[in-house]
């Protein structure tokens, strides 16, 4: 069993900045790709970056520049650093890993529960 848990959402200033964290627990054998995506209210859930298991990473365009993600590969954790944040960042941020456990080393994709980011102009 494999669990995904982030972490890190809050309310915070225009221009101001937040760390999102994303780990995974349980019988993990491998620790592939992480994209982040967010949600506002009333939208369409929307991709926002990636990283590879070799660290290499891609953006969306509204977050370039601003955003970056990294990753802990010895302990099973992603990052979204957010800086420069705006109020149309505020979303609900959700991460979502491909994981393979002991059991079944096949990379198979798991949705953290989400965390809100809120941000007052």
């Known amino acids: 069993q494999v669990q995904l848990v982030e972490s890190g959402g809050g309310l915070v200033q225009a221009g101001g900045s937040l760390r999102l964290s994303c780990v995974a627990s349980g019988s993990i054998f491998v620790f592939e790709s992480t994209y982040w995506y967010r949600q506002a209210p009333g939208k369409e859930r929307e991709w926002v970056a990636r990283i590879s298991s070799d660290g290499s990473s891609i953006y969306a365009n509204p977050v370039k520049g601003r955003f970056t993600v990294s990753r802990d590969n010895t302990e099973n954790t992603a990052y979204l650093q957010m800086n420069s944040l705006k109020p149309e960042d505020t979303a609900v941020y959700y991460c979502?890993?491909?994981?393979?456990?002991?059991?079944?080393?096949?990379?198979?994709?798991?949705w953290g529960q989400g965390t809100q980011v809120t941000v007052s102009s």
């Open positions: 979502n890993s491909f994981i393979g456990t002991v059991a079944d080393r096949a990379p198979r994709s798991y």
